[in-house]
């Protein structure tokens, strides 16, 4: 037990270093909107990416309640953005910061899947306070502030649903 408990504890430093690095420092400057909409792309992808695992892995029913929510919250995000892109003419592209969210996404995974049972639980919610957090800082920050028209009205709307995940996600990890 006290060995799980150290690997545990291991893996949440590592994950929160992760998430000091490129993570949690904010987007320099103003962004167009083809970056902006890659961004945005991207994290919901990895959201529903991490979701599907916690749906097969996570063992208590918040965190699969959670988890469920992501992805249906995340597919419809995705839904009405590219109906926004679309509309707009705004083609999502990569950038630094697609290709790190990409990076952390994919070493979130692989941390992820060392876990199992409550270890698991705890972890995947970790990740997504973190991950939320730095998506809404930098909602405010760069990626609002950067768009005009239908994409900033809709990242204006994304905002309230990302702050109620960050909520959400930090009431679970407080009664795990």
Same mark, same amino acid.
């Given at each position: 037990?006290?060995?799980?408990?150290?690997?545990?504890?291991?893996?949440?430093?590592?994950?929160?270093?992760?998430?000091?690095?490129?993570?949690?420092?904010?987007?320099?400057?103003?962004?167009?909107?083809?970056?902006?909409?890659?961004?945005?792309?991207?994290?919901?992808?990895?959201?529903?990416?991490?979701?599907?695992?916690?749906?097969?892995?996570?063992?208590?029913?918040?965190?699969?309640?959670?988890?469920?929510?992501?992805?249906?919250?995340?597919?419809?995000?995705?839904?009405?953005?590219?109906?926004?892109?679309?509309?707009?003419? &705004?083609?999502?592209?990569?950038?630094?910061?697609?290709?790190?969210?990409?990076?952390?996404?994919? @070493?979130?995974?692989?941390?992820?899947?060392?876990?199992?049972?409550?270890?698991?639980? @705890?972890?995947?919610?970790?990740?997504?306070?973190?991950?939320?957090?730095?998506?809404?800082?930098?909602?405010?920050?760069?990626? &609002?502030?950067?768009?005009?028209?239908?994409?900033?009205?809709?990242?204006?709307?994304?905002?309230?649903?990302?702050?109620?995940?960050?909520?959400?996600?930090?009431? &679970?990890?407080?009664?795990?």
């Amino acid at each position: 037990m006290r060995m799980r408990t150290l690997c545990l504890m291991a893996f949440l430093l590592t994950a929160f270093l992760i998430s000091c690095g490129s993570m949690s420092t904010t987007m320099p400057g103003r962004m167009a909107a083809n970056d902006v909409a890659g961004i945005l792309a991207t994290a919901n992808q990895g959201e529903i990416d991490q979701a599907n695992a916690a749906l097969s892995k996570a063992t208590n029913a918040d965190v699969r309640a959670f988890a469920q929510m992501m992805v249906t919250d995340h597919t419809n995000a995705g839904n009405t953005a590219r109906d926004v892109f679309a509309r707009n003419g &705004i083609t999502p592209a990569d950038n630094t910061t697609t290709s790190e969210l990409k990076t952390s996404g994919q @070493r979130s995974m692989t941390n992820l899947n060392a876990y199992s049972g409550a270890a698991f639980d @705890r972890a995947y919610m970790q990740s997504q306070v973190d991950m939320h957090q730095w998506l809404l800082t930098n909602l405010d920050t760069v990626l &609002i502030p950067s768009a005009r028209g239908d994409l900033r009205n809709f990242l204006e709307t994304t905002r309230g649903t990302v702050s109620s995940h960050l909520d959400r996600a930090r009431q &679970i990890l407080g009664g795990l």
